[in-house]
């Protein structure tokens, strides 16, 4: 007897190692799921050599080079304001005549009018304008966007949302990632120092310091500066207020903190990752 209840200890002991070994290789597999899952995160958010001036694989340049003399040198490589592209999405700003609106203002999907839920794809094709050498429309953007993602705007609904916009950009070469809000403004101005640009999506619920009757809406922002803590606005629905310099701090405390995420930050355009390369606007607009 005592023979047979040793034989079943060591059985039910055998089972539990067993089940603790599928346990711990199933938690392995996650964790190994989730670390790859935010690798691949950050290196398709990180400034890539290509973005950066070379100063050469030996280190002769950046040893004769003075820390001023380097800083020149990528100012020169810098964007300036006046390159910034800032579609406007409505149909008066088109109407009347408004620099950076087209017909697409007056397009719409299935009676949905694109004034009404365009904002994100004006903010999507400054960057691919801006960062790139190629050139396209709100409207090519929105259709590029359909085309590589689940995107699908219809008549009740045609904002797009954080995982296409990205989905749609990395398709286009830009290295992109989606971001929630920092606990701390400081963290947040660190983070905008790093980018070339940001896609933020911001909200007068949060706060309505500069954007009154806002529930949700997306913006474009740029060039930051340190020295007096501005952000270079593309406001693609208020032709008052694009194109102009706001503190920071106000898009900061105006996140929409109910969505899913806050911003879409940019780091960079690598060519060789554009699968797209379309050029050319083929809708009557407003140049600059």
Same mark, same amino acid.
């Given at each position: 007897?005592?023979?047979?209840?040793?034989?079943?200890?060591?059985?039910?002991?055998?089972?539990?190692?067993?089940?603790?070994?599928?346990? &711990?290789?199933?938690?392995?597999?996650?964790?190994?799921?989730?670390?790859?899952?935010?690798?691949?995160?950050?290196?398709?958010?990180?400034?890539?050599?290509?973005?950066?001036?070379?100063?050469? /694989?030996?280190?002769?340049?950046?040893?004769?080079?003075?820390?001023?003399?380097?800083?020149?040198? !990528?100012?020169?490589?810098?964007?300036?304001?006046?390159?910034?592209?800032?579609?406007?999405? @409505?149909?008066? /700003?088109?109407?009347?005549?408004? +620099?950076?609106?087209?017909?697409?203002?007056?397009?719409?999907?299935? @009676?949905?009018?694109?004034? @009404?839920?365009?904002?994100?794809?004006?903010?999507?094709?400054? $960057?691919?304008?801006? !960062?790139?050498?190629?050139?396209?429309?709100? %409207?090519?953007?929105?259709?590029?966007?359909? /085309?590589?993602?689940?995107?699908?705007?219809?008549?009740?609904?045609?904002? $797009?949302? *954080?995982?296409?916009?990205?989905?749609?950009?990395?398709?286009?070469?830009? /290295?992109? @990632?989606?971001?929630?809000?920092?606990? +701390?403004?400081?963290?947040?101005?660190?983070?905008?120092?790093?980018?070339?640009?940001?896609?933020?999506?911001?909200?007068?619920?949060? =706060? =309505?310091?500069? %954007?009154? &009757? +806002?529930?949700?809406?997306?913006?474009?922002? *740029?060039?930051?500066?340190?020295? &007096?803590?501005?952000?270079?606005?593309?406001?693609?629905?208020?032709?008052?207020?694009?194109?102009?310099?706001?503190?920071?701090?106000?898009?900061?405390?105006? !996140?929409? +903190?109910?969505?899913?995420?806050?911003? !879409?930050?940019?780091?960079?355009?690598?060519?060789?990752?554009?699968? *797209?390369?379309? =050029?050319? $606007?083929?809708?009557?607009?407003?140049?600059?």
């Amino acid at each position: 007897m005592r023979k047979y209840l040793s034989a079943c200890w060591n059985l039910m002991f055998l089972l539990l190692l067993l089940h603790m070994d599928e346990y &711990d290789s199933g938690r392995e597999v996650l964790q190994r799921q989730n670390v790859e899952e935010q690798k691949q995160e950050e290196q398709a958010v990180e400034v890539q050599q290509q973005d950066r001036l070379y100063f050469g /694989s030996d280190g002769y340049l950046n040893k004769l080079l003075s820390q001023q003399e380097k800083e020149s040198l !990528l100012d020169a490589f810098a964007i300036q304001e006046h390159e910034v592209y800032s579609f406007l999405q @409505g149909p008066r /700003s088109w109407e009347e005549g408004v +620099t950076w609106s087209g017909e697409w203002c007056a397009f719409g999907v299935e @009676g949905n009018i694109f004034g @009404g839920f365009g904002c994100g794809l004006c903010c999507m094709a400054n $960057i691919y304008n801006t !960062l790139s050498p190629y050139e396209v429309s709100p %409207w090519d953007m929105c259709e590029y966007s359909m /085309s590589v993602s689940n995107y699908a705007p219809n008549w009740e609904s045609g904002a $797009i949302s *954080w995982r296409h916009m990205r989905e749609a950009l990395r398709s286009c070469g830009v /290295s992109c @990632g989606l971001f929630h809000k920092p606990q +701390t403004y400081e963290e947040f101005q660190e983070q905008m120092e790093e980018m070339k640009s940001a896609v933020v999506l911001v909200s007068s619920k949060e =706060d =309505d310091s500069y %954007w009154k &009757d +806002t529930p949700g809406h997306y913006v474009n922002i *740029w060039l930051y500066q340190k020295e &007096d803590d501005t952000v270079f606005l593309a406001e693609p629905g208020s032709p008052e207020n694009n194109r102009s310099r706001i503190p920071l701090r106000y898009v900061y405390d105006a !996140l929409k +903190t109910a969505s899913s995420y806050q911003y !879409l930050g940019v780091k960079g355009y690598q060519e060789q990752n554009n699968q *797209w390369k379309a =050029d050319g $606007i083929d809708e009557i607009w407003n140049s600059p």
